[in-house]
Protein backbone atom coordinates (compact mmCIF):
# COMPACT_ATOMS: atom_id res chain seq x y z
CA UNK A 1 0.00 0.00 0.00
CA UNK A 2 1.48 3.10 -0.52
CA UNK A 3 2.21 5.85 1.79
CA UNK A 4 -0.66 8.27 0.43
CA UNK A 5 -3.29 5.63 0.54
CA UNK A 6 -2.53 5.02 4.47
CA UNK A 7 -2.57 8.30 5.22
CA UNK A 8 -6.11 8.84 3.25
CA UNK A 9 -7.31 5.41 5.30
CA UNK A 10 -6.15 7.15 8.59
CA UNK A 11 -7.31 10.28 8.05
CA UNK A 12 -10.72 8.78 6.64
CA UNK A 13 -11.63 7.49 10.35
CA UNK A 14 -12.68 10.91 11.31
CA UNK A 15 -16.05 10.62 9.48
CA UNK A 16 -17.51 8.98 12.98
CA UNK A 17 -19.61 9.58 16.12
CA UNK A 18 -20.95 7.90 18.79
CA UNK A 19 -23.89 5.19 17.60
CA UNK A 20 -23.67 1.19 17.32
CA UNK A 21 -24.94 -1.56 14.41
CA UNK A 22 -28.51 -3.09 15.16
CA UNK A 23 -28.51 -6.90 15.99
CA UNK A 24 -31.02 -9.13 16.82
CA UNK A 25 -30.97 -11.75 20.12
CA UNK A 26 -29.56 -14.31 17.91
CA UNK A 27 -25.71 -14.39 18.97
CA UNK A 28 -23.03 -16.59 17.66
CA UNK A 29 -19.90 -18.03 18.83
CA UNK A 30 -17.59 -14.33 18.97
CA UNK A 31 -14.92 -15.30 16.80
CA UNK A 32 -11.37 -13.71 18.90
CA UNK A 33 -8.75 -13.31 16.22
CA UNK A 34 -6.11 -13.17 19.04
CA UNK A 35 -7.14 -16.63 19.78
CA UNK A 36 -7.20 -18.02 15.83
CA UNK A 37 -4.04 -20.01 15.27
CA UNK A 38 -1.73 -18.45 12.76
CA UNK A 39 -1.40 -20.52 9.87
CA UNK A 40 2.98 -21.59 9.40
CA UNK A 41 2.53 -22.22 5.60
CA UNK A 42 1.59 -19.98 3.42
CA UNK A 43 -1.50 -20.22 0.78
CA UNK A 44 -0.65 -22.03 -1.87
CA UNK A 45 -1.13 -20.46 -5.54
CA UNK A 46 -2.47 -23.45 -7.87
CA UNK A 47 -3.28 -21.21 -10.27
CA UNK A 48 -2.60 -17.95 -12.46
CA UNK A 49 -4.01 -15.96 -15.12
CA UNK A 50 -2.78 -13.22 -16.68
CA UNK A 51 -4.64 -10.36 -18.22
CA UNK A 52 -4.31 -8.93 -21.63
CA UNK A 53 -3.40 -5.31 -22.07
CA UNK A 54 -5.43 -2.66 -23.41
CA UNK A 55 -3.51 0.49 -25.22
CA UNK A 56 -5.99 2.93 -23.74
CA UNK A 57 -4.89 2.23 -19.65
CA UNK A 58 -2.38 0.83 -17.29
CA UNK A 59 -4.04 -1.03 -14.96
CA UNK A 60 -2.24 -0.17 -11.50
CA UNK A 61 -1.96 -1.87 -8.17
CA UNK A 62 -5.17 -0.93 -6.28
CA UNK A 63 -8.26 -1.99 -8.09
CA UNK A 64 -11.81 -2.73 -8.13
CA UNK A 65 -12.13 -6.54 -9.29
CA UNK A 66 -15.48 -8.68 -9.66
CA UNK A 67 -15.64 -12.26 -11.21
CA UNK A 68 -18.42 -14.12 -12.57
CA UNK A 69 -19.60 -16.58 -14.74
CA UNK A 70 -19.02 -14.17 -17.51
CA UNK A 71 -15.41 -12.98 -16.59
CA UNK A 72 -13.27 -10.93 -14.64
CA UNK A 73 -14.32 -7.19 -14.66
CA UNK A 74 -11.62 -4.94 -13.15
CA UNK A 75 -10.96 -0.67 -12.95
CA UNK A 76 -8.64 1.28 -11.06
CA UNK A 77 -9.39 2.26 -8.03
CA UNK A 78 -8.80 6.02 -8.36
CA UNK A 79 -8.76 8.01 -11.70
CA UNK A 80 -10.35 5.27 -13.95
CA UNK A 81 -11.22 5.52 -17.22
CA UNK A 82 -12.75 2.60 -18.08
CA UNK A 83 -13.99 -1.05 -16.53
CA UNK A 84 -12.03 -3.36 -18.39
CA UNK A 85 -13.62 -6.76 -18.82
CA UNK A 86 -11.88 -10.08 -19.62
CA UNK A 87 -12.86 -13.73 -20.27
CA UNK A 88 -11.94 -16.16 -17.64
CA UNK A 89 -8.72 -16.91 -19.62
CA UNK A 90 -7.60 -13.85 -19.26
CA UNK A 91 -8.51 -12.28 -22.87
CA UNK A 92 -9.13 -8.64 -22.84
CA UNK A 93 -12.67 -9.02 -24.09
CA UNK A 94 -13.04 -4.53 -24.09
CA UNK A 95 -13.95 -1.81 -22.15
CA UNK A 96 -17.34 -2.37 -21.22
CA UNK A 97 -17.80 0.84 -19.68
CA UNK A 98 -15.66 3.71 -20.30
CA UNK A 99 -15.80 7.27 -17.46
CA UNK A 100 -16.64 10.26 -19.51
CA UNK A 101 -19.01 12.70 -20.23
CA UNK A 102 -19.87 11.49 -23.98
CA UNK A 103 -23.03 9.84 -24.59
CA UNK A 104 -22.97 6.54 -23.46
CA UNK A 105 -20.08 7.28 -20.81
CA UNK A 106 -20.52 7.22 -17.31
CA UNK A 107 -19.40 10.30 -15.58
CA UNK A 108 -17.36 8.45 -12.27
CA UNK A 109 -18.50 5.61 -10.13
CA UNK A 110 -18.76 4.10 -6.42
CA UNK A 111 -19.28 0.97 -6.93
CA UNK A 112 -20.42 -2.19 -9.79
CA UNK A 113 -21.20 -5.30 -9.50
CA UNK A 114 -22.21 -8.08 -11.98
CA UNK A 115 -25.84 -9.42 -11.66
CA UNK A 116 -26.83 -11.71 -14.29
CA UNK A 117 -26.09 -10.43 -17.79
CA UNK A 118 -25.52 -6.98 -16.06
CA UNK A 119 -22.94 -5.06 -15.17
CA UNK A 120 -24.44 -2.29 -13.03
CA UNK A 121 -22.77 0.90 -11.44
CA UNK A 122 -23.51 3.00 -8.74
CA UNK A 123 -22.84 7.17 -9.65
CA UNK A 124 -23.94 9.75 -6.82
CA UNK A 125 -25.94 12.40 -8.53
CA UNK A 126 -26.91 15.21 -5.49
CA UNK A 127 -29.26 13.65 -3.18
CA UNK A 128 -30.18 10.72 -5.66
CA UNK A 129 -27.60 7.48 -6.87
CA UNK A 130 -27.82 6.76 -10.72
CA UNK A 131 -27.96 2.58 -11.45
CA UNK A 132 -26.14 2.25 -14.78
CA UNK A 133 -27.16 -1.04 -16.04
CA UNK A 134 -24.43 -2.07 -19.24
CA UNK A 135 -24.91 -5.22 -21.06
CA UNK A 136 -22.29 -8.14 -20.39
CA UNK A 137 -22.50 -10.32 -23.94
CA UNK A 138 -22.57 -6.51 -26.01
CA UNK A 139 -20.97 -3.76 -24.02
CA UNK A 140 -23.98 -1.39 -24.38
CA UNK A 141 -25.45 1.04 -21.86
CA UNK A 142 -29.27 -0.89 -21.12
CA UNK A 143 -30.96 1.83 -18.81
CA UNK A 144 -30.62 4.11 -15.99
CA UNK A 145 -32.55 3.99 -12.67
CA UNK A 146 -32.71 7.05 -10.53
CA UNK A 147 -32.86 5.96 -6.90
CA UNK A 148 -33.97 8.34 -4.57
CA UNK A 149 -31.69 8.05 -1.64
CA UNK A 150 -27.88 8.50 -0.49
CA UNK A 151 -25.45 5.70 -0.35
CA UNK A 152 -21.69 4.34 -1.52
CA UNK A 153 -22.34 0.74 -1.52
CA UNK A 154 -25.61 -1.36 -2.95
CA UNK A 155 -26.72 -4.70 -3.92
CA UNK A 156 -29.35 -5.64 -6.79
CA UNK A 157 -31.44 -8.16 -5.75
CA UNK A 158 -33.11 -10.66 -7.94
CA UNK A 159 -36.30 -9.18 -8.08
CA UNK A 160 -35.70 -5.62 -9.08
CA UNK A 161 -34.94 -4.19 -5.63
CA UNK A 162 -32.26 -2.43 -4.63
CA UNK A 163 -30.21 -2.27 -1.08
CA UNK A 164 -28.42 0.75 -0.81
CA UNK A 165 -25.85 1.66 2.64
CA UNK A 166 -24.92 5.21 3.60
CA UNK A 167 -22.97 4.67 6.35
CA UNK A 168 -22.77 6.48 9.47
CA UNK A 169 -23.13 10.58 8.26
CA UNK A 170 -26.76 11.71 9.36
CA UNK A 171 -26.69 14.47 6.64
CA UNK A 172 -26.89 11.30 4.11
CA UNK A 173 -29.96 10.26 5.43
CA UNK A 174 -31.74 9.12 8.44
CA UNK A 175 -31.45 5.49 7.59
CA UNK A 176 -28.06 3.66 7.30
CA UNK A 177 -29.55 1.20 4.56
CA UNK A 178 -32.27 1.21 2.68
CA UNK A 179 -34.32 -0.88 0.63
CA UNK A 180 -35.52 0.57 -2.92
CA UNK A 181 -38.19 -0.57 -5.78
CA UNK A 182 -37.10 -1.38 -9.13
CA UNK A 183 -38.11 2.28 -9.98
CA UNK A 184 -36.23 3.66 -7.79
CA UNK A 185 -38.86 4.47 -4.51
CA UNK A 186 -37.49 3.69 -1.29
CA UNK A 187 -39.88 1.23 0.26
CA UNK A 188 -37.78 0.46 3.65
CA UNK A 189 -35.20 2.03 5.84
CA UNK A 190 -33.00 -0.24 8.02
CA UNK A 191 -30.28 0.75 10.76
CA UNK A 192 -31.35 3.48 12.49
CA UNK A 193 -28.54 6.77 11.66
CA UNK A 194 -28.06 8.55 15.10
CA UNK A 195 -24.53 8.90 13.97
CA UNK A 196 -23.17 13.14 14.11
CA UNK A 197 -24.66 14.84 11.03
CA UNK A 198 -21.83 17.04 10.67
CA UNK A 199 -19.23 14.12 9.74
CA UNK A 200 -18.79 12.43 6.39
CA UNK A 201 -19.02 8.61 5.53
CA UNK A 202 -16.49 5.82 5.53
CA UNK A 203 -16.79 5.26 1.66
CA UNK A 204 -16.51 1.13 1.95
CA UNK A 205 -18.37 -1.81 0.45
CA UNK A 206 -20.57 -2.82 3.22
CA UNK A 207 -22.97 -5.33 1.78
CA UNK A 208 -21.21 -8.88 0.76
CA UNK A 209 -23.19 -12.01 -0.78
CA UNK A 210 -22.92 -14.98 1.64
CA UNK A 211 -24.12 -18.21 1.06
CA UNK A 212 -27.65 -17.93 0.05
CA UNK A 213 -27.88 -14.65 2.15
CA UNK A 214 -26.76 -10.98 2.23
CA UNK A 215 -24.49 -9.89 4.81
CA UNK A 216 -24.13 -6.28 6.06
CA UNK A 217 -21.42 -4.47 8.01
CA UNK A 218 -19.99 -1.06 9.70
CA UNK A 219 -16.68 -0.12 8.47
CA UNK A 220 -14.67 -0.05 11.89
CA UNK A 221 -17.50 -2.67 13.64
CA UNK A 222 -16.62 -5.69 14.45
CA UNK A 223 -19.97 -7.42 14.16
CA UNK A 224 -21.76 -8.87 10.80
CA UNK A 225 -25.35 -9.02 10.33
CA UNK A 226 -27.23 -10.80 7.79
CA UNK A 227 -30.88 -9.16 5.94
CA UNK A 228 -33.21 -11.27 7.08
CA UNK A 229 -37.17 -10.70 5.84
CA UNK A 230 -38.52 -8.46 8.82
CA UNK A 231 -35.29 -7.29 10.41
CA UNK A 232 -31.44 -7.67 11.28
CA UNK A 233 -29.73 -10.92 12.38
CA UNK A 234 -27.09 -11.80 13.55
CA UNK A 235 -24.28 -13.64 11.85
CA UNK A 236 -20.86 -13.15 13.17
CA UNK A 237 -19.28 -11.03 15.93
CA UNK A 238 -15.81 -10.89 15.62
CA UNK A 239 -13.78 -9.49 18.89
CA UNK A 240 -11.14 -7.49 17.90
CA UNK A 241 -8.38 -7.45 20.53
CA UNK A 242 -6.73 -4.46 22.01
CA UNK A 243 -7.82 -2.52 18.58
CA UNK A 244 -11.06 -3.05 19.70
CA UNK A 245 -12.48 0.98 19.81
CA UNK A 246 -13.68 1.65 23.67
CA UNK A 247 -17.20 2.40 23.72
CA UNK A 248 -16.51 6.04 25.40
CA UNK A 249 -14.67 6.76 22.25
CA UNK A 250 -18.14 6.66 20.55
CA UNK A 251 -19.76 9.26 23.06
CA UNK A 252 -16.84 11.83 21.30
CA UNK A 253 -18.23 14.42 19.27
CA UNK A 254 -15.76 16.77 18.04
CA UNK A 255 -14.05 14.97 15.09
CA UNK A 256 -10.39 15.87 15.80
CA UNK A 257 -10.56 14.56 19.18
CA UNK A 258 -12.37 11.51 18.37
CA UNK A 259 -9.52 11.10 15.17
CA UNK A 260 -6.61 11.56 17.89
CA UNK A 261 -8.34 8.71 20.49
CA UNK A 262 -9.03 5.85 17.29
CA UNK A 263 -5.46 6.36 16.10
CA UNK A 264 -3.93 6.39 19.50
CA UNK A 265 -6.21 3.42 20.36
CA UNK A 266 -5.83 1.71 17.23
CA UNK A 267 -9.08 0.03 15.14
CA UNK A 268 -9.59 -2.68 13.68
CA UNK A 269 -11.91 -2.99 9.77
CA UNK A 270 -13.38 -6.20 8.27
CA UNK A 271 -12.21 -4.86 4.65
CA UNK A 272 -13.91 -7.64 2.47
CA UNK A 273 -16.10 -10.68 3.84
CA UNK A 274 -16.29 -14.01 1.58
CA UNK A 275 -18.85 -16.69 2.24
CA UNK A 276 -20.21 -20.23 0.71
CA UNK A 277 -21.69 -23.50 2.50
CA UNK A 278 -18.08 -24.71 3.67
CA UNK A 279 -15.85 -21.08 4.19
CA UNK A 280 -15.91 -17.40 5.83
CA UNK A 281 -12.90 -15.48 4.42
CA UNK A 282 -12.73 -12.44 6.59
CA UNK A 283 -9.87 -9.40 5.06
CA UNK A 284 -9.01 -7.92 8.56
CA UNK A 285 -6.94 -4.44 9.01
CA UNK A 286 -5.75 -3.79 11.93
CA UNK A 287 -3.87 0.33 12.29
CA UNK A 288 -2.81 2.63 14.97
CA UNK A 289 -0.05 4.95 15.76
CA UNK A 290 2.83 3.57 13.62
CA UNK A 291 1.55 0.15 13.10
CA UNK A 292 -0.66 -1.89 10.39
CA UNK A 293 -1.60 -5.22 10.27
CA UNK A 294 -3.60 -7.50 7.47
CA UNK A 295 -4.47 -11.00 8.64
CA UNK A 296 -6.49 -12.95 6.46
CA UNK A 297 -9.21 -15.05 8.82
CA UNK A 298 -10.13 -18.60 7.28
CA UNK A 299 -13.31 -20.47 9.15
CA UNK A 300 -13.98 -23.57 7.83
CA UNK A 301 -18.16 -23.69 8.26
CA UNK A 302 -18.39 -27.27 7.81
CA UNK A 303 -16.23 -28.48 10.56
CA UNK A 304 -15.53 -25.30 12.73
CA UNK A 305 -11.47 -25.35 12.53
CA UNK A 306 -9.88 -21.72 11.83
CA UNK A 307 -6.84 -20.14 11.00
CA UNK A 308 -5.04 -17.08 10.09
CA UNK A 309 -2.70 -16.25 7.29
CA UNK A 310 -0.67 -12.85 8.21
CA UNK A 311 -0.05 -10.78 4.83
CA UNK A 312 2.98 -8.67 4.66
CA UNK A 313 1.38 -5.76 2.74
CA UNK A 314 5.32 -4.49 1.37
CA UNK A 315 6.60 -7.90 0.75
CA UNK A 316 3.59 -10.09 -0.24
CA UNK A 317 1.81 -8.55 -3.08
CA UNK A 318 0.30 -11.82 -3.91
CA UNK A 319 -1.72 -11.97 -0.77
CA UNK A 320 -2.81 -8.12 -0.94
CA UNK A 321 -5.98 -7.97 -2.94
CA UNK A 322 -8.40 -10.62 -2.43
CA UNK A 323 -11.86 -10.38 -4.12
CA UNK A 324 -14.04 -13.79 -4.43
CA UNK A 325 -14.08 -16.80 -3.43
CA UNK A 326 -14.71 -19.64 -5.83
CA UNK A 327 -14.82 -23.64 -4.36
CA UNK A 328 -12.00 -23.83 -2.32
CA UNK A 329 -9.86 -21.20 -3.84
CA UNK A 330 -9.38 -17.52 -2.75
CA UNK A 331 -9.43 -15.11 -5.47
CA UNK A 332 -6.40 -12.42 -5.54
CA UNK A 333 -5.64 -9.61 -7.79
CA UNK A 334 -2.22 -9.11 -8.40
CA UNK A 335 -0.12 -6.15 -9.45
CA UNK A 336 2.22 -6.91 -12.09
CA UNK A 337 5.44 -5.31 -11.09
CA UNK A 338 5.12 -6.19 -7.55
CA UNK A 339 4.64 -9.37 -8.45
CA UNK A 340 7.90 -9.97 -10.49
CA UNK A 341 9.67 -8.72 -7.16
CA UNK A 342 8.51 -11.74 -5.57
CA UNK A 343 8.27 -14.92 -8.17
CA UNK A 344 11.05 -16.91 -6.12
CA UNK A 345 9.57 -16.20 -2.92
CA UNK A 346 6.02 -17.50 -3.97
CA UNK A 347 4.42 -20.74 -2.73
CA UNK A 348 3.46 -22.07 -5.71
CA UNK A 349 4.41 -25.07 -8.49
CA UNK A 350 7.66 -24.46 -11.00
CA UNK A 351 5.51 -24.51 -14.01
CA UNK A 352 3.68 -21.28 -12.41
CA UNK A 353 6.67 -19.73 -11.79
CA UNK A 354 7.44 -19.84 -15.48
CA UNK A 355 4.29 -19.09 -16.63
CA UNK A 356 4.85 -15.43 -14.36
CA UNK A 357 8.43 -15.30 -15.74
CA UNK A 358 6.51 -14.20 -19.00
CA UNK A 359 5.38 -10.71 -17.29
CA UNK A 360 6.62 -7.30 -17.61
CA UNK A 361 6.71 -4.24 -16.09
CA UNK A 362 4.01 -2.80 -18.22
CA UNK A 363 2.10 -5.70 -18.06
CA UNK A 364 -1.88 -5.76 -16.57
CA UNK A 365 -2.22 -7.36 -13.26
CA UNK A 366 -2.50 -11.58 -12.35
CA UNK A 367 -5.49 -13.61 -11.15
CA UNK A 368 -4.04 -15.55 -8.48
CA UNK A 369 -5.88 -18.79 -6.80
CA UNK A 370 -5.21 -19.39 -3.51
CA UNK A 371 -5.94 -22.63 -1.83
CA UNK A 372 -7.74 -22.79 1.09
CA UNK A 373 -7.95 -26.37 1.69
CA UNK A 374 -4.62 -27.47 4.04
Not at 45 to 56: H, N, P, Q
Not at 161 to 170: A, D, K
Not at 330 to 339: D, G, R
Request: a negative charge; hydrophobic letters at 40%.
Amino acid sequence: MTVLKRVLVIFSVVAFSCGSPETSSKVPKIISLEDVPVQETKLLIDKAVLLGSDSLEFLGSELRTVSSRHGFFVSNYGGAKAIHHFSLDGEHLGRIVEIGDAPGQIPRFDEFRVKEDSLILMTGIGEKEMLSFFSVTDHQMVKQIYVEASGFSFYPNTDGTFWLYSGFNRAVGDYRLRLASPEGKVVSNWMINDFNEELIPFQEQSIFEGDGRLLVRDPLFPIVNMIGKDSLELAYQFDFGTFTIPDETWEIEDPMQWFQRINQNGFGDLVNLFESKEYLVADVVFQREGERQRKIYVLNREIGSERIYPVDEEMEPQYYSPFGLENNHLLFIAYAPALLEVIDQLETSPEIKSQLRSLKEESNPVILYGRLEK
